[in-house]
């Protein structure tokens, strides 16, 4: 005999396990992962959701179907969940939700749900408040920085001066320039979060406000110059300072490094000191864009209250008119009376919101030095003083009287705006106007000492050893370092004015100082071939000084012409001569050039003149294949920017050779290949289409943790057998449980 029993298990419900993260910076989406089981299997996973409005109605509704595997009982899943279709509005709300169902085909599918989560979108000022909170941390974030690197500035030389003359060095030395090693490292450390949080800035302006073309492109050009602060040169200096330091190197060769370390830190303190100077401008400049719309959304919802204010006075007037008023049309205007006078309440709150802002524009105009005809308090006070006397007449039912004072309000606004507007178009035209002319002055006195460093070139060459002309000739030589120093100050003070300036010409301006000092330094010591080397180093880099200004000079006249056009973009773009077609320009004038037995200042200036086209063309192409590589592309035409480069070394040294015409054929072979294979993948791209916008923002490391687990399961099962008994199937999932708490 043979006993058994049946045992009925019974189907349970599936699981759910979510993990939410929500982007509450920019709140552009929403990222869920998490697990999904079932005793037997599952059938679907939705994500449900709705909007609410400020007042908690329902605005719209919607689902998403989730991606599962039907055969798996138990799995991990992950949605990264744009809301860019949903198009959020401040203030609104976003709940949601998702949901499991299993695959009971006999009594019906069951399913779970999960928590319901929400998702709020603040309110226009709290998003204001926090990019002015962004702002304030960011400034601070570059002081912080600035002092760091003064600091680690004065350290370097004060290391500098101790290591002169030894032969090696003690443990308190290597101890200091381990130090100065660490605080580079943390500078450097530091100088990537002001980056990125800059860039987290510009990113929440350009999502919850709009901002002026003008300031736009600044803004982009303030990111471009903090990306350049630490470059890739001034990372294998630390790293050879490193190694020197633990192989116990000559302390020639650590001078030698200290010396271009401590060039490098010069002109990093420099260009912190100008982005700061820059930032806390364009700050500015922000604020008083957004303080003009602000007192136009002010006039524009005055404006429609004293609409509703007139069609109040004429149903008042129709009601006296009528000899059957009754008491309900009579209480039913004074109701709309009270209404219309706390409409008018909120747009009095409104306006002392934006006399705050006015207000802090008033300081930092002040700390800026600006004389800026910002709206007084005068100004704002008529405002508010009409407003309250529009909200009184309104509250005693009295519409005909309130309305003069709205309209006195409403012309105060749009004076203020008209102010404000009339400040920001001639702030903007006399900056430009005054970094032209400070920008034409200097390449002048950069073409004048340019022709002094020549002639005091040409006096050396001619001097003997003993020649008594030796200390006068020394002494002129610290007259045009004198007069480099001016230049220098008024370069710097340019920068801080003009961010499109790129921070190569701090470089150069210290390769400059750096040359004259040394050339000082070996007249005192009477050393004839470190001065001749020294005195053509300082001619070459006041030579690219000279040119890479007048490229800027160009820009600077382009873009002032070019400003009413700024629609028509696309149009003029195509009508710009090519890369290879100026090159062949350019090579046409050099090979006349040599061939036309030019000489004296005539010659120089039209080689100036080359080496300055040439330059533009190599600048124009780097920018190129900096945009092709942020693609993630290789680089177009190679190191045809280092060819370019010499050729701009031969013009300014006046080497006008055989192998220079050669090497200029050469790239212009080069850049008519790179235009072409550059045509053929623009074909490629043409085909493929347009994609969707991405944005660029890291995916949470705990999503991250589900996707590795996502593809260990993919590949794990692609080993196991599709049909398994149900101990063995326990295990398998017991398994991948064990991976995930792991």
Known sequence: RISYRIDVIKDQYPQLSVNNFRDSILYQRIVLGGIVSDDYGLSKLTLQFHVKSSTQQKVSKGSVNLPIGANQIQQSFFYNWRLDSLKLKPGEYLEYFLQVWDNDGVNGQKSTRSSVYTFYVPEKDQLVGEISKSQSQTEQKIEQSYSK????????????????????????????????????????????????????????KDAFTEQDERIREKAEQIQKLMEELLDDETRKLLQELERLLKENADTNQLQRLMDKLNKDSKNLEKELERTLELFKQMQFEYKVDQAIKELGKNKEEQKALLEKTESLEKEQEKSNKSRNQDKGSENQNAEKSKELANEQEKLKQDFKKTEEKLEELRKLSEELKNNDEIPDQDQTQEVEDSQQNSQQNLEKGKPSQSKGDQQKAIKKMEQMQQQMESMQNSMSMQMDMQNLETLRQIIHGLIKVSHDQEGLMKQFSELQAND???????????????????????????????????????????ELNDRLDK????????????????????????????LMLDSHFDMMMNMMANAKASGKKGKQKGSQPNLSQMQQQLNNKIEQLKNSGKGGRELSEDLAEMAAEQERIRRALQEMQKKIQEKGMGPPGGDLSERMEETEIDLVNKKLTDQLIQRQRDILTRLLETEKALREQDMDEERKGERAKDYDKEVPKAIEDYLRLKEKEVELLKTVPLKLYPFYRKEVNDYFKRIREN
Not at 489 to 510: H, N, Q, W, Y
């Open 519 to 546: 050339t000082i330094e070996a007249y005192w010591e009477r050393r004839r071939p470190q001065i001749s080397t020294e005195m053509q180093f300082s001619m070459t880099s006041i030579n690219n000084l000279a």
């Open 149 to 204: 690197a003064r600091e680690l500035q004065k350290q370097i030389e004060d290391a500098q001066q101790k290591m002169k003359g030894k032969q090696s060095l003690d443990w308190q030395d290597k101890k200091k320039l381990e130090d100065i090693l660490e605080q580079k490292k943390n500078l450097e450390k530091m100088l990537n979060e002001l980056k990125e949080q800059n860039k987290l800035l510009e990113q929440k």
């Open 468 to 510: 008594p002309r030796f200390n006068a000739l020394a002494q002129q030589q610290l007259k045009l370092k004198d007069d480099v120093k001016v230049l220098e100050d008024s370069l710097l003070a340019l920068g801080k004015r003009d961010p499109m300036m790129g921070s190569f010409i701090t470089r150069e301006v210290t």
